[in-house]
C-alpha cells in the first residue's frame, strides 16, 4: 500500500525558509514526483516535480525560490522553499506520478494529506 505523508510545514516571516518533507512508502524510486498548493478559495496549483534522474521542473512563480530533491534511499521527497512571501501561503501537497509521466493537479497516482505554510509580511 502507498503512503505519501507530508511534514515541515509552518509559520514563518516574509523572506523566510522552510523545508518541506515527503516520506513515501510503498512507491518504487523510478517514479516522478510533484509538489503542488493550494491557497483559502483557489485552485490547487503546481509547484514543480522531479524526475526518477533527479531532473526538475518548476513552475515560473517559484522558479530560483524553491528547489526540490529526493533521497532514493530513505524514499524521501523534499521542497527546500526560500524568500518566501504572503503570495506562498497555502496547503502543500506532495503527488506521485508514474515511470512514464510527472503529476498534474489533474493527474496524480497518488497524494499526500498536506501541510500547511503560512507566510506573515
Known amino acids: 500500500q502507498v503512503h505519501l505523508v507530508e511534514s515541515g510545514g509552518g509559520s514563518v516571516q516574509a523572506g523566510g525558509s522552510l523545508r518541506l518533507s515527503c516520506a513515501t512508502s510503498?512507491?518504487?524510486?523510478?517514479?516522478?514526483m510533484g509538489w503542488f498548493r493550494q491557497a483559502p478559495g483557489r485552485a490547487r496549483e503546481w509547484v514543480g516535480h522531479?524526475?526518477?534522474?533527479?531532473?526538475?521542473i518548476y513552475a515560473f512563480y517559484v522558479e530560483g525560490r524553491f528547489t526540490i530533491s529526493r533521497d532514493n534511499a530513505e524514499k524521501i521527497l523534499y521542497l527546500q522553499m526560500t524568500s518566501l512571501t504572503s503570495g506562498d501561503t497555502a496547503t502543500y501537497y506532495c503527488?506521485?506520478?508514474?515511470?512514464?509521466?510527472?503529476?498534474?493537479?489533474?493527474?496524480?497516482?497518488?497524494w499526500g494529506q498536506g501541510t500547511q505554510v503560512t507566510v506573515s509580511s
Open positions: 522531479i524526475r526518477s534522474n533527479g531532473n526538475t
Open positions: 503527488a506521485a506520478g508514474g515511470a512514464l509521466y510527472c503529476p498534474t493537479v489533474d493527474q496524480a497516482d497518488y
Open positions: 510503498g512507491l518504487t524510486n523510478n517514479v516522478c
